[in-house]
């Protein structure tokens, strides 16, 4: 069982900056590729930016290319989102998840974080 606790969300005007942190319990962290989704209010949960399992491939959502970046910490069992250049429309909670695969698609992920709100204002 992979525990997950996101942090770093907060209210940011648009075009600034946050970096999203996702920290796990699991000491075999590495064995897991790991993901990024956000749902905003009355919205579907949709992905936003995964990192496989030795951190060497990226994947990302059009809408973020360019301007977010996931990484990994194998070693401090951490994955983090930066995100810059953000924009009213990536108000969202954003979720953290532990899967056996690198995928856009959230029912291949196992474990998955509370969430933390990014609001970002006009």
């Known amino acids: 069982q992979v525990q997950l606790e996101e942090s770093g969300g907060g209210l940011v005007q648009a075009g600034g900056s946050l970096r999203l942190s996702c920290a796990a319990s699991?000491?075999?962290?590495?064995?897991?590729?790991l993901g990024w989704f956000r749902q905003a209010p009355g919205k579907e949960r949709e992905f936003v930016a995964a990192?496989?399992?030795?951190?060497?491939?990226?994947y990302y959502t059009d809408s973020v290319k360019g301007r977010f970046t996931i990484s990994r910490d194998n070693a401090e069992n951490t994955v983090y989102l930066q995100m810059n250049s953000l924009k009213p429309e990536d108000t969202a909670v954003y979720y953290c998840?532990?899967?056996?695969?690198?995928?856009?698609?959230?029912?291949?992920?196992?474990?998955w974080g509370q969430g933390t709100q990014v609001t970002v204002s006009s």
């Open positions: 699991e000491r075999t962290f590495s064995r897991y590729a």
């Open positions: 998840a532990a899967g056996s695969i690198a995928t856009k698609a959230f029912r291949n992920y196992a474990y």
């Open positions: 990192i496989s399992r030795s951190g060497s491939s990226t």
